[in-house]
Structures are given as C-alpha cells and as structure tokens.
DNA sequence: TTCTTGGATGAGAATCATTATAATCCAGGA
DNA sequence: TCCTGGATTATAATGATTCTCATCCAAGAA
C-alpha cells in the first residue's frame, strides 16, 4: 500500500507531468475526503500547509488534472445561459469538450430504478437528464 | 388558431406578466425556430426588430419566463468549476434550484436505447449523466 | 559543485457573463 | 390630464476564470 504522496508520484508520472509540491498537495486536498469541490475550497484548504500558492496555480492544475484524467469535472458547464421554447420534456446531449447540446429522444432512462435510488425528499417529478458524450466533430479530431 | 402575439399575450396574461413589447419580441425570437439560444444571440436578432432595447432586459425577461415557465432553461448552471477524485464512473443528481450536487448509484440507464437514439458518430463511451430535480430542502420551501 | 534552461509558479491585470443600481419611461387607472 | 408602479435602459459592479509576464526552481550538463 502506498502513501497518498507515492499515489499522486505515480499518476504525475504516468501522465507527464512534473510532481510539484503544490500539485502534490492540490491533489490531496481534493482526494482528503470524497466530495465536489470548487477552486476555491480548495485553495482554501491547501494554503493551510501552503500559504504561498496562487489561486491561478490551483485552476492552472485542476485544469491539467482533469485533462489528464486524475481528477474529474463533475458538471461540463456551458459557458453561457441557454434557453429553448420547447416545453415538451426532452432529454440532452452534451459534447464535454465543445459543449454543443442537442436533443435526445427516447425512453432510456428507467424511472423506477432511478427514484428507487434519488435520496428521502428527493423532487424527482418529471427528471430530466443529461446524457455526456463525445461529439462527431471533437471524437473525430482528438 | 392564433398568432404567436396572440400566444404571448395568453401566456403573459395567465403568468401575470405584463405584456410589452419587449417581453413579446423577446418571446417571439426564442419562439421563432426550434432550437437553445444564448441571451448574446437572442439580443442580436431581436435588435434588428427593436434597435433600442437592452440586453439587461434580456436576461431580465430570460429568468422571468423561465421563471414562469413560458421557456426552459437548457442546462442548469452551477455559478463555479467543482471536481472530485472518484473516478468509479457513477451518476450526479442535481437540485434544479440550488444546483446542489450528489452522487447517485444504480444502473437506471437503458444504453442499448441510449445508444439507439444517439446520432451517428457521437461518442458514448461510457455515459455518464445528470438528473434533474429538486433537492429536499428546495421542494419543502418552496 | 556551479551553470543552464524550460517548465512551473505567483501576482495582478484583463476578460466575460451576469447582476445590481438608479434614472427615466410609459401604460393604464383615477 | 395627472399619477403611479412596474418596466426599461445605460452603466457600474461583481465574480469566476484566464492571461501575462517576471521570477523561481529542479534536473541535467559541464
Ligand atoms: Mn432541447
Ligand atoms: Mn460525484
Ligand atoms: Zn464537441
Ligand atoms: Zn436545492
């Protein structure tokens, strides 16, 4: 078993990236403990053991984290507001790189199971979902 | 059948919404083609018909007749980036109105459907999604 | 060890979407 | 016609994120 610095070592490696100290420690301030956290709270966290670090240091690394696949991004977030007329209850597609979204019909999603696992006092009437993918155009170039 | 000023001022009228002309250009250009729309893009083509309107009105309108529900919102937005480092693929359940964020468990996704319904070339390997709902806390104030 | 060098970092400016503010406008009622 | 409250406008302010660039520093070369 290693330590949580021999882990984070072994993935800056496999990824190439150069295991600085305060990569090593953003990494583990998100790893401390499961959850979803903001830049902020991390940077919070992490100035605890180093006080020195740059906000744009710790959105410079989620970033490459994210990008290289040793943390996730929980929610691919539009840029933008988008709104639609179309009021009938309709699912979508969103491209994680570019962001496009569109329709999606059909009956995927089974909602007996799904409100069958939603927590107490969860509202899950009418749930809409979107589905995340990878667009023709953004699967096609990388 | 009605025209769509007809149509607005209906709904305007069932919302308690007043119905200017401004909320009805607006209404009209989300309204004209199916399709999500930016308020940056709403703005511009409802600039050609009404030179002088704001685009602090825009979003003004935007949220209320999301509000209201004459359009919806295409993707709920958290306000900041959030990560994690579990990257077990696994599912988020988030609050439409807090955008408050929580795994869920369980296999509620039928992928042979998905998969049927998506376009060609879209890339769903391993699809993760988000459902939509309302927290407890928000469905009990509300 | 000392030198070299390219990537990493830190501080702050810049950007962009969105919201807040406050003055003005205006439709509908008295 | 005059009043009035909500709507609109222009603009300032905000907040998250990115950019810029001077400085730092670790690892390899000499
Ligand atoms: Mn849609
Ligand atoms: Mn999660
Ligand atoms: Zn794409
Ligand atoms: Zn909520």
Redesign the pocket.
């Given at each position: 078993m290693q330590t949580s610095h021999e882990q984070f070592r072994d993935l800056a490696w496999k990824s190439g990236?150069?295991a600085?100290?305060?990569?090593q420690v953003i990494y583990e301030a998100v790893m401390a403990a499961p959850g979803h956290y903001?830049?902020?709270q991390i940077y919070a966290a992490v100035r605890r053991q180093?006080p020195?670090?740059?906000?744009?240091?710790i959105?410079?690394?989620l970033?490459l984290f994210v990008e290289h696949g040793l943390l996730r991004e929980v929610s691919p977030r539009t840029?933008?507001?988008l709104v639609e007329g179309n009021l009938e209850p309709h699912h979508h597609l969103v491209c994680t790189r570019c962001k496009a979204v569109q329709d999606i019909e059909g009956d995927f999603i089974n909602y007996k199971k799904l409100s069958r696992q939603a927590p107490r006092g969860f509202d899950l009437t009418q749930p809409l979902v979107e589905v995340f993918g990878l667009c023709r155009r953004c699967s096609a170039e990388k």
């Open positions: 990236l150069a600085t100290h305060q990569r903001s830049p902020e180093t020195s670090i740059s906000l744009a240091t959105y410079n690394n970033r840029s933008t507001l």
